[in-house]
């Protein structure tokens, strides 16, 4: 079993920062790597990518959306992810979710329970 936990979402002014961590921990992942990554949803609207680091930890992408602004690595070693956020806009408000899956490329089976960014214009 694995568990995905995020940590870290706020109210921010529009132009301001905040730094989201998330962990996946569980039993079976002493000694294996999952690649992870972060959506969000906002109010009325279908889930969004925004950013993945794959299984190395070592290539990472962001939506376009908030390329420039966002960046995702690799926090406290394997398993672990920050997602820091500059420059937010109103638009940035949502539900992230911090996810993890066991290879590159095939669907995020870890979720986590979604933290809420709120930014204020």
């Known amino acids: 079993q694995v568990q995905v936990v995020e940590s870290g979402g706020g109210l921010v002014q529009a132009g301001g920062s905040l730094r989201l961590s998330c962990a996946a921990s569980?039993?079976?992942?002493?000694?294996?790597?999952?690649?992870m990554g972060w959506f969000r949803q906002a109010p009325g609207k279908e889930r969004e990518f925004v950013a993945a680091?794959?299984?190395?930890?070592?290539?990472?992408n962001v939506a376009n959306v908030v390329e420039g602004r966002f960046t995702i690595a690799e926090e406290n070693g394997r398993n672990t992810v920050f997602l820091q956020m500059n420059d937010l806009k109103p638009e940035d408000t949502a539900v992230y979710y911090c996810a993890a899956r066991d290879n590159d490329y095939i669907e995020y089976k870890y979720w986590g329970q979604g933290t809420q960014v709120t930014v204020s214009s």
């Open positions: 680091l794959d299984k190395s930890g070592r290539n990472s």
């Open positions: 569980g039993s079976t992942l002493t000694f294996r790597r999952l690649a």
